[in-house]
């Protein structure tokens, strides 16, 4: 199939197929005049690349574990160097979660304190005599 009938089938747009290929997730064959030609697997490959990457991994980090990957789920072959590096991608998201939620709190204790001194410097007006 060529790159337009993948798009169709996977909901995913040409220029992400491309660089899917680029990034070496997907290899398509090249015809005589020079298109791209997908198998059917490769809607299955396209599946799996878009669930891992809305679990937060980076196509560096795809293209090293597709290789072990198989079925819709996509199902992982548990091997000690894939697992080494899901967990130490884990281990970056909570970092940066920790960072996350240390920059909301000095957002909100700065928020917090702006709100206090605008009320001490401009009170609320009475309305009563």
Do not use: F, N, W
């Not at 995913?12 to 020079?34: C, D, F, I, K, M």
């Not at 299955?44 to 891992?52: D, E, F, G, H, S």
């Not at 290789?67 to 967990?87: H, I, K, M, S």
């Not at 939620?101 to 001194?117: C, G, M, N, P, W």
């Amino acid at each position: 199939m060529l790159i337009g009938e993948l798009s169709r089938r996977t909901g995913v747009r040409t220029h992400q197929l491309r660089y899917y290929e680029a990034q070496g997730l997907l290899e398509p064959r090249r015809s005589p005049g020079g298109y791209r030609e997908y198998t059917d697997d490769a809607v299955l490959t396209v599946a799996q690349i878009r669930k891992l990457l809305a679990a937060g991994l980076s196509t560096d980090d795809i293209a090293y574990m597709l290789p072990c990957v198989t079925g819709p789920a996509p199902d992982l072959e548990p091997c000690p160097e894939l697992l080494d590096a899901l967990r130490e991608r884990l281990r970056g998201m909570d970092e940066h979660i920790d960072t996350l939620v240390r920059s909301r709190q000095a957002l909100a204790d700065y928020i917090k304190v702006t709100e206090q001194r605008a009320a001490e410097d401009y009170p609320p007006c009475d309305s009563t005599p």
